[in-house]
């Protein structure tokens, strides 16, 4: 099990949680939205600030993981994508990290600029037509 704590107001952000929320059969993924109203509440030892710059993962032994560590892990535990497994290869890492550090720093204006929409307004979060 893989718990993905991840930014419901990005429009890219959400696309690819529903996507991955759609193949896990298995059940495999908790996804948790950090904006929920209740998320302090359920996850105390999440900084929903450091998790909005950087997405964060939890494994079943409570081991943090973070940006492309938690990516990578979704699609495999969905059974999709087996190619970004690459990107954890030793010298590919860096330069993956960097681009996925690249990525989350910008992904609003590059949503903004992919779909038309920065930000999912709150009440729409759940609901973006991409």
Not at 51 to 72: P, R
């Amino acid at each position: 099990m893989l718990t993905i704590f991840y930014d419901g107001y990005c429009p890219l952000c959400t696309a690819e949680m529903d996507t991955l929320r759609s193949l896990d059969t298995h059940k495999k993924l908790q996804l948790e939205d950090i904006h929920a109203s209740n998320f302090q509440e359920r996850f105390p030892h999440i900084d929903p600030v450091a998790a909005d710059k950087l997405l964060h993962g939890q494994l079943e032994n409570g081991q943090i993981i973070k940006g492309l560590d938690v990516t990578c892990l979704a699609w495999k535990l969905v059974g999709k994508h087996k190619w970004m497994q690459t990107l954890r290869w030793p010298v590919i890492r860096i330069f993956a990290d960097w681009g996925y550090h690249f990525f989350a720093r910008y992904r609003h204006q590059i949503s903004s600029f992919v779909t038309g929409k920065p930000r999912c307004e709150p009440c729409q979060k759940n609901h973006c037509d991409l």
